[in-house]
């Protein structure tokens, strides 16, 4: 069940867990069958390494807003970029990168794949039906429709951002964009932080850029 989205960035009451990301993965195993039915497709785009970070991130970003619905929005974060690995490849970083790849047509068609994967691989696992619809209309535009419809939805879509601000998806982002790191990490300061949707995500973005910065040495070399 989704719930309302409130004014955002949306605040919590409750206290921001700012440290690396590597310290607390995603917990548990209850989603391990999910993991298991999507193996190939976590093979396109670095999605092994994207999907299990941003799944953590999406992990702490519940825990501040327990009004969530936190197996939908683990669940979708896991499932959302699934659709990567049912496109032409070649096509994601030709059009999915440069040029006006926010409206790029491949931004859809991987949407509308991961859908079909949502599908094809939940029903088997006892997901029902309602929870999939819910799965798939946090799917079906967290990428190209510009806003967010319900708490989950934002929630997913922080967390499909935050993985970013980790050196790991630095390394991986900047190389996408043809950029040094130096340069995306100014990108994730002036853009994407401003994209952000909840405060608990600034407030994590924020401390993990401040480090990723220093680590990379992005003060001098640029
Ligand atoms: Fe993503």
Not at 9 to 29: K, R
Not at 92 to 110: D, N, T, V
Not at 161 to 168: H, K, S, Y
Request: proline share 8%.
């Amino acid at each position: 069940m989704t719930s309302p989205l409130p004014p955002t960035p949306v605040p919590t009451p409750h206290p921001v867990d700012t440290s690396p990301i590597a310290l607390t993965p995603a917990y548990g195993d209850d989603l391990d069958p999910v993991w298991a039915a999507v193996v190939p497709e976590t093979r396109a785009r670095a999605n092994d390494i994207h999907l299990p970070i941003s799944l953590a991130y999406a992990e702490r970003l519940c825990a501040g807003y327990p009004k969530a619905d936190s197996l939908l929005v683990r669940v979708s974060i896991l499932l959302h970029d699934t659709g990567w690995g049912r496109v032409d490849e070649s096509r994601i970083i030709s059009e999915g990168f440069s040029g006006a790849w926010r409206r790029a047509a491949i931004r859809y068609e991987h949407e509308k794949q991961g859908c079909l994967i949502a599908r094809e691989v939940m029903p088997p696992l006892g997901y029902s039906e309602r929870f999939i619809e819910d799965v798939c209309a946090i799917i079906d535009g967290y990428d190209t429709r510009n806003e967010a419809r319900s708490l989950e939805d934002a929630l997913v879509r922080d967390a499909d951002r935050l993985w970013r601000f980790d050196q790991a998806g630095i390394a991986l982002a900047s190389d996408w964009f043809g950029m040094d790191p130096a340069t995306y990490c100014d990108r994730l300061a002036a853009e994407i932080v401003p994209e952000l949707l909840t405060e608990a995500g600034i407030a994590m973005a924020t401390a993990a850029l401040v480090r990723s910065m220093a680590l990379l040495k992005t003060g001098v070399l640029r």
